[in-house]
């Protein structure tokens, strides 16, 4: 497996904040469609951003493609692309500008920028918004529009921080669609963060879970499930509160895990 992302010993505290990542080692092969999972303030966003440039760490080193982006942007900024849970959109801006300067942005020639513009109106089915301005859209479809500019200059790692979120049943087919896609048939790895378990379980091979700034578990997403299950068929979903559930008390041997009453009926 050719090493695609390369993390090590990276710590964060946030000024006046918590400790949010405490020495986080992680690699992720070329090609995979990972997943870090983890609750709320685990410190997902916060691993996604260091990575992707947009924070500093507090210590340790990353690499992405064999180059630390941080160090080496020039080379590295289109190697990745990145929708961020909280990106912000030019609120004036209209959605096939927005698409069609990003291109321009990275170095498309005009025809170029405007042909991968209609490329990724189609591929997220944007085109009834596409003459919307930003700060007009619905939650949904800013979500859209994050994910078709992540892939205007066709990167070879996509960071993925909840882009489902907001997003109906139809987009979010449509969009696993498009990511399954590019992963399977370009060679894309895929970076996601999700609180959508199912998406992941249908989705993902490969997965990480963070508690607390701390990897719980870096492996396999049916490795995982067969872990804490001890037998049982669960689901991710299933496997996750169990473990979860579970760390939160620390005194408790993993195999003597219970599965909570009615998940697996
Ligand atoms: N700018 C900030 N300043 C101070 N603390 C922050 C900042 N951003 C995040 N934190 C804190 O750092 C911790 C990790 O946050 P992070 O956003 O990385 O979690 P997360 O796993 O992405 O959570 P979620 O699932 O809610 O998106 C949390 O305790 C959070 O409150
Ligand atoms: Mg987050």
Redo the contacts with the bound molecule.
């Keep these: 497996m050719t090493t695609e992302i390369f993390i090590k010993d990276l710590t964060k505290k ?5 400790e ?2 405490r020495g986080i080692h992680l690699e992720v092969g070329k090609g995979q469609l990972f997943t870090l999972l ?12 260091i990575i992707t440039t947009l ?1 500093q760490p507090d210590s340790g080193e990353f690499t992405i493609g064999g180059q630390n982006p941080d160090k080496e942007f020039s080379n590295t900024r289109n190697y990745i692309g990145v929708a961020s ?1 909280d990106n912000e959109l030019d609120p004036a801006e209209k959605v096939e500008d927005l698409l069609r300067f990003q291109g321009r942005l990275f170095g498309l020639s005009k025809p170029q920028a405007r042909q991968r513009a209609e490329e990724l109106i189609d591929a997220f089915e944007l085109q009834s918004e596409r003459q919307k301005k930003c700060e007009t859209l619905s939650g949904g479809n800013k979500r859209r529009l994050h994910c078709a500019l992540a892939l205007v200059h066709r990167p070879h790692v996509l960071f993925l ?2 882009p489902t979120v907001g997003m109906d049943p139809e987009a979010r087919a449509r969009f696993w669609q498009v990511i399954n896609q590019i992963n399977k048939n370009d060679g894309v790895t895929i970076f996601l ?1 999700t ?1 959508y378990l199912e998406e992941a379980d249908k989705h993902a091979t490969e997965m990480a879970l ?1 508690m607390d ?1 701390t990897i719980h578990y870096r492996g396999s997403v049916s490795e995982f499930k067969e872990m804490v299950n001890a037998g049982q068929k669960l689901t991710l979903e299933e496997s996750y509160l169990t473990y979860v559930g579970q760390s939160r008390q620390p005194e408790t041997p993993l195999q003597k895990l219970e599965v909570p009453q009615g998940l697996n009926s």
């Design positions: 946030y000024p006046k904040g918590p949010a990542l983890g609750p709320n303030g685990a410190g997902k966003s916060t691993l996604v951003k924070i849970q921080d909840e963060t609180q963070i700034g």
